[in-house]
């Protein structure tokens, strides 16, 4: 702290006070200056003793800084009448943080891309591109928490791990908000969401800013439902909570986001003391079984990336339209969740020469639950992955850009070890297919043409490691999915995707079940629905081809159309090759 002596009679008083340097990621250096009793003071900022040009505030904070920036001096001139001081000099020192590349893209659930959609992660924010994609460069860590956002869309978060002077790729799909609807304040109200069971009742007199702002008259409240049964992606964070100070899975019956802001943009929530009634609509994916009576409420936080707990809800109404109903005391996403009962799978992951795949990343699907479980590979090759106890799920993995097959595995009541290896593809330019739905038609059939003409199908599966390196890795009868078709090695030609509606039932039918492909492709992902003509005699829906050229790039031509009978084979050369990447 500088002292300033000033003209007899005058008073004494600090010119300068508090001083600091702060380096990445701000990286800011400021200088704060107190008015004296002898008139305005004005300020000249100077970097190695030179005027920093402008620079004339109480404040000055740097331009993005780097390396050739380390050892920089800041300092400031205060003046006014009694004369001038220059304070003592501050030394910036920068830190560099590591980097990595995060990259993907954000799309609605229909797939639609989501141009202008906000992402921030490591306090670093970009906007995505006319083709929903998004590329930043992040402080490596390996648990960055990504928030993606989009005007009319429920906002999410994901965690994803970034390494120094590496590439990540991290796609996501955001919901569209289920209702929109004004409330008055003063006497608060109930919302619904149309066609479904979730909404939420706010008292009267019930709501603040969050900022602590002067409240407005009314409000707009956003109310999406979440269906996990549907897809586990649609959730945010990673199906982990923290009991005990440890990480722990859970499983979802469902969840509920609530998003309440003015005209202004200010958000709003509970006041402290006051509470709401939410009802989350009742999601799994194995209808007719018991479900739990009472379950835990989770709510998201998302300054730690998980689901604590907080409270609970009772299951009411009647099947098909059940929710379950709770009082929450804040507004944030809530889910309908429960601790599950883990035992370990052992399992590694070997490309197609037969060698270990480190750093791989291991994630898990529920089959008969809504959860899922993530771990990576070690040096050798090998994982240990946690899941829900004497259950069904489906295991894969992805190193960088390349896919691995997708496993089918029932864990038992104890831990265990997996007979096979994942593999993974030998170069990026493979791709898999991952067919769901609802609850019916039961029995939905993934179908493909290749280029040679082979027919993989539920009684062709198919094969990864040797030709025609193409497998039907899941097969499903039973509702809601997962199947999952891989491609470890891509031919010259055209391959045709479509369906087969096996169990013949329409009420509903493919188009209202809902059915949803998912095409994932060297790291980028296209989503296909069916669209109006299905009718009740037409079992087919043609998805989409894909011709591969020599050099094995990809192009996706759409179908989208129906058929009561079985959809030509695509004309394809006559003899057959296997692209190769220049």
């Known amino acids: ?38 008139g305005t003071l004005t300020y000249q900022w100077q970097r190695n003793g030179a005027p920093i040009a402008g620079a004339t505030s109480a404040s000055y904070t740097t331009p993005a800084t780097g390396a050739a920036d380390e050892g920089a001096t800041f300092s400031v001139v205060v003046s006014n009448a009694a004369g001038n001081v220059t304070s003592n000099a501050a030394t910036l020192h920068v830190t560099l943080v590591p980097r990595g590349s995060l990259s993907g893209e954000v799309k609605a659930t229909d797939g639609t891309a989501l141009v202008g959609a906000t992402v921030v992660a490591g306090g670093v924010s970009g906007t995505t ?8 460069s992040v402080p490596a860590s390996e648990r960055v928490l990504v928030n993606f956002s989009a005007a009319g869309h429920a906002g999410t978060q994901r965690p994803a791990t970034v390494a120094a002077s590496g590439s990540t790729t991290l796609n996501v799909q955001l919901i569209p908000v289920g209702t929109a609807q004004a409330l008055d304040l003063a006497t608060g109200g109930t919302v619904s969401v149309p066609g479904s069971t979730a909404q939420v009742t706010l008292p009267a007199g019930g709501l603040v800013r969050q900022d602590g702002g002067t409240p407005a008259a ?44 003015d005209a202004g943009g200010a958000l709003y ?79 590694c992951v070997r490309d197609a020469a037969d060698q270990p795949v480190a750093d791989a990343l291991v994630a898990t699907d529920g089959i008969n639950y809504s959860g899922s479980s993530t771990a990576r590979t070690g040096t050798d ?72 003409g082979t027919h993989i199908f539920y009684s062709n599966k198919g094969s990864l490691l040797s030709p025609t390196f193409a497998n039907l890795d899941v097969d499903d009868t039973d509702g809601y999915g997962p199947e999952v078709v891989t491609v470890s090695k891509l031919m010259v030609g055209t391959y045709r995707y479509f ?50 050229a020599s050099d094995c790039s990809v192009t996706v031509q759409p179908a989208g159309t129906w058929s009561a009978s079985q959809p030509a084979q695509p004309t394809n050369p006559a003899t057959v090759t296997y692209c190769s990447v220049p």
């Not at 990445?24 to 200056?33: F, S």
């Not at 591109?129 to 590329?135: E, K, L, P, S, V």
């Not at 492709?521 to 079992?539: C, I, K, M």
Request: net charge negative.
């Open 499 to 548: 369906l087969r509606n096996y169990s013949g039932t329409f009420d509903p039918g493919m188009t209202t079940s809902p059915v949803r492909v998912e095409l994932n492709l060297a790291g980028s992902q296209r989503v296909f629905v069916p669209g109006s003509g299905e009718g009740t005699g037409n079992y087919y829906w043609h998805a989409f081809d894909l011709v591969v």
């Open 269 to 347: 929530n509970l006041a402290s003391g006051r509470s709401a009634t939410i009802r989350i609509p009742l999601s799994t994916r194995v209808p007719g079984v018991s479900v739990p009576r009472t379950v835990p409420l989770f709510y998201y936080n998302e300054a730690l990336g998980r689901w604590m707990e907080e409270g609970s809800a009772t299951l009411q109404g009647t099947a098909p339209n059940q929710y379950y109903e709770g009082t929450v005391t804040h507004f944030s996403y809530w889910n309908a969740d429960r601790v599950i009962e883990t035992v370990y799978l052992n399992g």
């Open 1 to 38: 702290m500088t002292w300033v002596t000033v003209a007899p009679g005058a008073c004494r008083e600090p010119a300068t006070a508090s001083t600091w340097i702060k380096a990445a990621p701000a990286r800011r250096a400021k200088r704060e200056g107190i008015d004296t009793c002898d």
């Open 129 to 136: 591109d006319a083709n929903g994609r998004y590329t930043l």
């Open 218 to 261: 009314s409000v707009t409240v956003e109310v999406t439902p979440i269906d996990p049964a549907l897809d586990i992606g649609r959730m945010p964070g990673d199906y982990t909570t923290v009991v005990s100070g440890a990480v722990t899975p859970i499983e979802s019956f469902g969840a509920i986001a609530v998003e309440i802001r």
């Open 381 to 452: 090759g090998s994982f240990r992955i946690a899941v829900k106890r004497e259950s069904q799920l489906t295991l894969s993995a992805l190193a960088g850009n390349r896919l691995t097959n997708t496993l089918s595995v029932t864990s038992g009541s104890s831990d265990s070890t997996l007979p096979n290896c994942l593999v993974l593809s030998e170069t990026a330019a493979s791709l898999n297919i991952r067919l769901t739905w609802g609850e019916l038609p039961e029995d939905v059939d993934s179908h493909v043409f290749l280029p040679n």
